[in-house]
Structure formats: C-alpha cells, structure tokens
C-alpha cells in the first residue's frame, strides 16, 4: 500500500485519488466540507485568494482545507496526482493548513498555509 494513503487511514480517512496535466487550472471554487488533500507525484499550487496567499504541494506534501475556503489550483510542469479526503465541516482548524512531506506522517505541529 502506498505510504501516504496508509497514513491518511491511519487518520481515519479514506482518500481518492486524482489526477492532472501539466498547467491544467481549476477556477476559484469552494467547498461545503472540509478537504484533506496530499500531492502523491508532481506539483500543485493552490492559491487562497481571499488569505491573499498560495501553497505550492510537492510530493508527500498535505493540505488541509476547512469548508467553506476559496482556493484555485495551477498544475506543476509535470502534473500532479493527489490524494483527497472528505471530512464533514467543522472537523479541521479554521485555517487551511500546510504540512510538509515527512512531517504531518509522524503526527507533528502543522504550519500555517
């Protein structure tokens, strides 16, 4: 079992994964549950408009995302594959949060996205 999807069910989670092309973009959108999402392969930067900020996920780098948070997406030069999870609002922090690979899988403090 891949490493990253064996630690987000060690969380209680159970992610899907996705997939996109290099420069494929996603509009500003939002979402009414809270969103775990960690790049498997590739790059994504997410941008959150309304926190006038952006977070770039590597490989084995997490996101988490509280409903209700605006945020667009531009694919790395090499595409992405991520891995997502649903939680029902309310379950994450208020903020989005970046944890970096080889961090948030040993359970330590998260940075602010």
């Known amino acids: 079992m891949d490493p990253l999807v064996a630690a987000l069910r060690s969380e209680g989670l159970d992610p899907g994964a996705w997939s ?9 959108h939002a979402h009414p549950y809270d969103k775990v999402l960690v790049a498997d392969r590739g790059s994504i930067e997410f941008g959150l408009p309304d926190l006038g900020r952006s977070v770039t996920l590597e490989a084995g780098d997490r996101l988490d995302l509280p409903a209700g948070t ?3 997406a531009r694919v790395g030069p090499r595409g992405v594959t991520c891995l997502e ?3 029902p609002a309310g379950s994450l922090g208020p903020d989005p949060a ?12 998260t940075d602010g996205a």
């Open 20 to 28: 996109n092309g290099p420069g494929d973009l996603y509009a500003p």
């Open 70 to 72: 605006r945020h667009d």
């Open 85 to 87: 999870a649903h939680l």
């Open 98 to 109: 970046h944890r970096p690979a080889g961090t948030w899988q040993r359970g330590e403090e």
